[in-house]
């Protein structure tokens, strides 16, 4: 087993694919930093550090939810898969701007590692199972920011090409919650 200390924390505070299919773009501005998660099945609520409570967009309840059926509450991604990013398409690609709610100190990244389906954050409330680990399919709208394009009904080779190279778990995994706890900086998650 690999364990990855968790070096940030965040929430979407509404949807980043912002404007009507096929002109829409990607607006990291909705991405909001937090001190903890509170993570259940349901999905994750972030904390501010003054204490303002965040639901997240992949909340099943919250109301523009991008999960409606639960299958992608908690999403995660390595350093190293930011650094590679950065490497291609340049500086704008910071930390965070993919929109996971957890980043891990992964230096080498985690993309196409072929993960097992269950990983395990170690909490000072005791460990939580995360379920159905799975790579995070890259969208059009990513695939854009990165690349600096604007929108457009027309899907380019360039665009497509990013599609598959931001594939494989380049943009993150997703995973489900399996039981209630809260995720502090610094926690462990454990993965193999």
Same mark, same amino acid.
């Given at each position: ?18 404007g009507r299919a096929p002109l829409r773009s990607y607006g990291p501005e909705a991405i909001v930093p937090v001190d903890r998660l509170v993570a259940g099945p349901r999905g994750v609520l972030g904390v501010t550090g003054d204490g303002e409570e965040i639901l997240d967009v992949h909340h099943?309840?919250?109301?523009? =939810? ?76 990513? =695939? ?7 929108? =457009? ?21 997703? =995973? ?17």
């Open positions: 087993m690999a364990d990855y200390r968790i070096v940030r924390l965040q929430v979407q505070r509404g949807p980043v694919k912002v099943q309840d919250h109301p523009q =939810s991008r999960d409606r059926k639960g299958r992608a509450g908690v999403l995660f991604m390595g350093t190293g898969d930011y650094a590679a990013l950065r490497a291609r398409y340049g500086e704008h690609v910071v930390d965070g701007i993919a929109g996971e709610t957890v980043l891990l100190d992964a230096p080498a990244g985690l993309a196409r590692l072929g993960l097992p389906p269950v990983a395990t954050v170690f909490t000072a409330d005791g460990p939580l199972e995360l379920h159905d680990v799975r790579e995070a399919e890259p969208c059009v709208e990513f =695939s854009r920011f990165c690349l600096r394009q604007e929108p =457009s009904p027309v899907v380019d080779d360039a665009v497509r090409r990013a599609l598959v190279d931001l594939d494989f778990g380049a943009r993150g995994y997703r =995973s489900v919650a399996r039981n209630a706890s809260t995720i502090r900086l610094g926690d462990i998650v454990g993965i193999g």
